[in-house]
């Protein structure tokens, strides 16, 4: 494991990674999603695809990175292409499950591999509509150190930064960045996901010009028992981008 302090809008944020089969020609970047951290996407793919250089990055904020300051999608990715500037890495193929799809779909690789990735918004339920208008209201007097009761899982014990962080991230559209999509993707889903449903995947790969869709059986975190899988599926597709 590594760090490199990464300056950004005047603050100090510092950024993990670890990098496997240094002296690999090709960079593969892998993002993990919301709450998680690189381990788990080296627990994943570290034994695969050892034909590419492999760069795992916490994402500001999880892991064993630091994030002080709100942020947005664009700034994560900003702060990635920063931290992959410093250590002289190219954007070649990137991996992103769920949160870490979008970041990597800012980052315009060459080859962009969307594990479950968020970005489709979905029509909230009446009861998560009613637990917002209730929490506003009862903000108004002050009561807002009852905020716990409200928020979804993925927010709770957050730092002020991250909780700010999530709430600018979970309900952003990227129907217009899937669309603007230059790179050729593999979109991977498992079939039983319910935090990123199947449709959404399926509508992902609908905007991207040049996509291809696999379906994996398991939820959101299917990559890790499909990870030779998904692994083949890249090396394979990658290959296809070196002929044009």
Sequence with gaps: MALKSIQY???TINISYEILNPQAKVDLIILHGWGSNKSLMKQSFGKTMDSFRHIY??????????CNIALDTNDVARIVELTMIHINAAKDIIVGHSFGGKVATVLEPDMLVLLSSAGIVRPKSFKVKAKIALFKFIKLFGFSKLRSLFVADDAKSLSEPMYQTFKNVVDEDFTSNFKAC????LVCWGENDTATPLSSG??????IEDAKMIVYEGDHYFFMQHATNIAQNIEETFLKTLEH
């Design 9 to 11: 809008k005047q603050h």
């Design 57 to 66: 990055i916490d994402l500001p904020g999880f892991g064993n990175s630091t």
């Design 182 to 185: 230059k790179a050729k993707t």
């Design 202 to 207: 399926e509508k992902i790969a609908e905007l």
